[in-house]
């Protein structure tokens, strides 16, 4: 099956994470709204999130953990988004999706941006 021309990647945050997200030019990492305590609403499993955290690293990049990426999706309607809406037991929130944006990217215009980007992750987003 041929990868579609205009492929898109997304991510879901609660729209009181608007503002900082704004502030930051861009989306943060879990490890970094942890290190800088970033206001707003967390809809993700806690426990995965402290896995991605403390223990899952990533194969390409064996000294990064997977919290210190952000998370997008390929589908534009994650099972994240179908856990929130049933208000699933392992999530803390229960707010529904109503205040849930969801973002999109254009997927190979993200690819070129970080292939050229110059950010990196620094040690003390992590702790």
């Known amino acids: 099956m041929p990868i579609p021309a205009n492929s ?37 499993m806690s426990g995965i999130k402290q896995r991605r955290l403390t223990e899952l690293k990533l194969t390409s990049h064996p000294s990064l953990f997977v919290g210190q990426c952000v998370p997008f999706y390929f589908c534009p309607r ?15 929130y229960k707010g529904g999706q109503e205040p849930i944006l969801h973002l999109q990217v254009d997927l190979y215009q993200a690819a070129a941006w970080a292939n050229q980007s110059t950010v990196t992750i620094k040690p003390e987003w992590y702790y």
């Open 78 to 92: 994650s099972i994240m988004l179908y856990l929130i809406h049933q208000r699933n037991h392992e999530l803390t």
């Open 8 to 44: 898109k990647i997304y991510h879901i945050v609660h729209l009181d994470r608007l503002a900082s997200i704004i502030a930051a030019d861009g989306l943060l990492c879990d490890a970094q709204i942890a290190a800088q305590s970033t206001l707003g609403t967390t809809i993700g």
